[in-house]
Every structure is written in structure tokens, then in C-alpha cells.
């Protein structure tokens, strides 16, 4: 941590404020008295500037864009600056909530993020966005800006209820499915061991899959999204829709899980990818426990699954022509740029479990 902190201006004392998400701080009640002591320890380069803060985690947290002023007033009063630091600790909805609220203040807090759930770890925690849900729309607002470290620590992951284990792993299956058929095949023969939660492979599927998401954004061209495409929200268009639609009773991933199942099915009907392809990946979300399915997806208006919204929500809140990442082959992702909502509203149906 001290190493992380310092790593720009060594001989600096930095003045840091810290953020706990309440969850993590009830499964690790020892959290909060271990950073006081570990400031302590480091007096001589941080400053730990006040006790601190828990905060509701989850995604409904990201619902009330009043914490990001709450969190404003407070720092206004500690005279924090630039190059003052920012802990989150917390899962990544947290990450997405405080992330934001430091990217403006003064234009950008320094942010050091420690991710405690398997999605954060795994994708969320080494991304370059923050925001907030705004609307009923998922980070209406929102802001770029890279962290200026992240810390992994495995064993937060050791005290995670296995619904939220398991739910963090669609965002690996994601990567696999359109980037990695090494890692898709990683994931097939070892996904009792993931579904059971057994530590060590969970660790190895987030190593390897932040490895991917942190390789997109070095190296895609388009860190900031300012192009229509958005390769690696494959299966999110349906899955934010679905969050917003359940009002949160769904996981994060659990959504994305089954905006994967709607998608490379979608791919097998429209021609782009095979019958074994939107299989293969059917059949790994649920050996891994993922769900595929939610009766959210039979609402409708005027005859129309209101989950199609997310299709126009999901182009507005990038801009340009609507972009639709889809699985060709296990491995490799096409971008489409037009869906054909009868057939989408097929592939959907496909999915609903036969009594």
C-alpha cells in the first residue's frame, strides 16, 4: 500500500482518505482499526486525515447522487487536494460511486482502489470509468478516469457468499467468449471447482481475466470510448436494462450472465456464429451456476419486452451508431451495428426454462 501511494513522490507525506464498503467492513471487522495501525506505521509518508468512512456498497447505492456531495462537503472541510489520495475499499459498485465523486473534485482526486468482490477484481477495478445511476439509466453520470493504483488482495475473496463469487465470474466468461479461447477453455475444465467458490482457481480467473481487460485498454486505441464501439460490454445492453428493471435484485454479473445467454444466441440465429458456439457458452454459464434466465424478460408493453429498450439506452449512453458486440467463434467478437428485434425477441424466448 505504503509503495502504491508514494510510488510518483517517495519522500512525500501523503494525506489519505479512506472509504470502506459497510459489507466489507461487516465481514472484516478488523478493517478499519488494521488501516489506523498500518497509517501509524507508515507515519512517515501517510497521513490517514480522518476515521474511516463506511458506505452502503451494491449497485442501489449508486442510485442516490447525494453521497458524491456528502462526500464533497467532507473533503472541502478536510482542505484535501490533487494530489491528496482517495482508498476505496469496497466492490465495484463502490469503486464506480466514490470513483466518481473524486474524478470531480478539483478535477481529480488521486484514487487508489482495492477491490474486495470477484467482478471488481476481475474487470470494474482495473477500468478507467466511474459514475453513477442517474434516471433509472446505469452511470448516466459519469466520468473517465484512470485509478492512480490497484491492489488485489485475494483474500477479501475468502469471506464473499458464494451468490457473489459466482456472480463476479460472468465478466471472465465475457473476455473468453469474444478475446480468449484459451481461458474459455480454462473455464470448461475447471468450472466445478468455480461454481464450489475453491479459492485458488477463482484466484487464477481474475488474474487472467484483469489481465485481458487491462490489455483492451493499453492497447485497444480507444481507452476513453470515443468511438461507437465498446467491445468488452459484450452482453451489457440487456444486462443494465435487467439491473434497472429489477431493481437490483439482480447482480451485476448475474445480468450480464444472461445478456451473454441472450446474445450468442441472438449470434447463432442471425447467422454470425454456430449452433455449438451460443451452446458452449449456454452450457458454461450454467455449469458455473450463472443464471440464464429472469422472468423480468416477459414484461412488455404494447406487446414489446421492455428489455429492448436497453438496445436505444445502450447507443445513447455511448453516442454514434448503435454497436453490439457479438461472439463469432469462441474467442473472437464482430461488432454489428443492427439488430433485428423480432429475431432478438426469438433468442430471448429460447431461453425461457420448459416446465
Known sequence: MREAISAREPERRHRVFVVIDRNVAVASPWLPAAIREYAG?????????????????????????????????????????RQSVILIVGGGALLDLVGYAAAVAHRGLRVVRLPTSVLAQADSGVGVKCGVNLFGKKNFVGAFAPPFAVLNDARFLETLARRDVV???SEAVKVALIRDAELFAWLEAHADELAAGTLEPVGELVRRSAAIHLRHIATSGDPFELGSARPLDFGHWAAHKLESMTHHRLRHGEAVAIGLAIDTTYAELAGVSDAATSAAARELLGRLGLPRWDDALELRVGGRRVVLDGLGEFREHLGGELTITLARRIGEGVEVHAIDESLMDDAIARLRPRA
Open 41 to 81: 506505521g507508515h507515519a512517515d509518508t501517510l497521513e490517514l486525515v480522518a476515521e474511516p468512512l463506511l458506505l452502503e456498497g451494491g449497485e442501489t447505492a449508486k442510485n442516490d447522487t447525494a453521497v458524491a456531495s456528502r462526500l464533497h462537503t467532507r473533503w472541502n472541510e478536510l482542505g484535501l487536494d
Open 167 to 169: 456472480a463476479g465470474m
